[in-house]
Structures are given as structure tokens and as C-alpha cells.
């Protein structure tokens, strides 16, 4: 199983929105609705930021948005913060594991 | 409060074993589907394998770059988690992470993670 495709970087400014893909196959993202979004500060666990392609558990910011079409699924940052400034990895279940992407570094200039 | 502890990680020689451990706590563990997700210095998460929540010990899934030298179990009497890790390679070392998909089982939408423990392989 190939890993899912992320920029490997995106960048903006505090108040601005950004957009990250994440690119699959008919096998994975574009097949099955459990795609999710992590966040991972340096030294620490990842976060769960986004399920089920769209849905924000609880006590995460309405800033993150999740969205899919066909194998392509994408995580919206809206008004920049600077401790938003981390790494962004979605992932997507498949029929018997589950799949990475490469991970994106977003950087809040 | 659900918490997920690693322990057992280390230097190991290549070709070696080692046993990660993860005590849960805080949540029904026979209930859950457990998971091993690694991440090697530097670079992304790789999900590692899983076991399933059906007794005893429960059927398992691995990925492709483990399987046949990692073996995962769970003993739900001591709510703990295990990995298995023979045949070891310096290409096996990596921080490595007990996670679960407590929301919705099965579904690998991880929503709680431990801290992780690192495990180096050296030749």
C-alpha cells in the first residue's frame, strides 16, 4: 500500500487560509469514508484534527475543516495562528490497513 | 481518562528483538481495537499493525514492510498491548506509537495516541 501523496510544504500568514491535499487511490481515499487529519507538534503525539472526511471531535477549532472529492481529500486552515505552525499528515482506512500520507510542514510566516 | 503508556523501547543490534508494551487505562479495553503506528526519525507516521478486539487475542493486520517479523498480541486481563519486533533493521528505528480508535473501532481514526518510545536498531 502506497503511502497517500501530501505537499511536502505550504505557508501563510496569520489571518490567511490555506489548503492542504492529500491524494489517493480508488482503493483508499476515494473508496471509503474514513479519512482523517492529524496535527503534530515537534516531540510530541499526533492530534486528531478531522474524521470521517469531515467531522471535528470535540474541542478542536471550527478553523479546521476537512473536505473530500473523489481520491483526493483536503484540510482547510482558516485565520492563521501561529500555533498552528506544525506538521499535517492525513491518513485513510483501506480494506485491512490503514495509510499515511507523507506529512506537510506548515509554517505561519 | 484515557491514557496509553509505551515502554520496552531501546538499542538494539540489527537482527535483534525487542518487546514494546503499552498499558491502557481509562477506557474498556477488551472493547478496542489496538494499534502500533511508528515514526522514524525525521520522517512521517507509518501505521505498523493492529489487533483486533475478539477474544483471545484477536485476529491481526500488519503492514507489508513488518509482517512475518513483528508480531502484535494484547492481554485484556492486564489491559496492556504488545509488539513483537524480531529480525530487526536499522530501517525499523523509529519513535513507536500505541494508538486506538476509540470513537469508532476498526475505523483507523485514531483518537488517542500514547507518548511513544524509541527504538534504535544499530548495525
Known amino acids: 500500500q502506497s503511502a497517500l501523496t501530501q505537499p511536502a510544504s505550504v505557508s501563510g500568514s496569520p489571518g490567511q487560509s490555506i489548503a492542504i491535499s492529500c491524494t489517493g487511490t480508488s482503493s483508499d481515499v476515494g473508496d471509503f469514508r474514513y479519512v482523517s487529519w492529524y496535527q503534530q507538534h515537534p516531540g510530541k503525539a499526533p492530534k486528531l484534527m478531522i474524521s470521517d472526511v469531515t467531522y471535528r471531535p470535540s474541542g478542536v477549532s471550527d478553523r479546521f475543516s476537512g473536505s473530500k472529492s473523489g481520491n483526493t481529500a483536503s484540510l482547510t486552515i482558516s485565520g492563521l495562528q501561529a500555533e498552528d505552525e506544525a506538521d499535517y499528515y492525513c491518513s485513510s482506512y483501506t480494506a485491512s490497513t490503514v495509510v499515511f500520507g507523507g506529512g506537510t510542514k506548515l509554517t505561519v510566516l | 481518562e484515557v491514557q496509553l503508556v509505551e515502554s520496552g523501547g531501546g538499542l538494539v543490534k540489527t537482527g535483534g528483538s525487542l518487546r514494546l508494551s503499552c498499558a491502557a487505562s481509562g477506557f474498556t479495553f477488551n472493547n478496542a481495537w489496538m494499534n502500533w503506528v511508528r515514526q522514524a526519525p525525521g520522517k512521517g507516521l507509518e501505521w505498523v499493525g493492529r489487533?483486533?478486539?475478539?477474544?483471545?487475542?484477536?485476529?491481526?493486520d500488519y503492514a507489508a514492510p513488518v509482517k512475518g517479523r513483528f508480531t502484535i498480541s494484547r492481554d485484556d486481563s492486564t489491559t496492556t498491548l504488545y509488539l513483537q519486533m524480531n529480525s530487526l533493521k536499522t530501517e525499523d528505528t523509529a519513535v513507536y506509537y500505541c494508538?486506538?480508535?476509540?470513537?469508532?473501532?476498526?475505523?483507523?481514526?485514531?483518537?488517542?495516541w500514547g507518548q511513544g518510545t524509541l527504538v534504535t536498531v544499530s548495525s
Open positions: 494508538a486506538s480508535d476509540l470513537a469508532k473501532y476498526g475505523s483507523g481514526e485514531f483518537d488517542y
Open positions: 489487533v483486533k478486539n475478539i477474544a483471545p487475542g484477536g485476529p491481526t
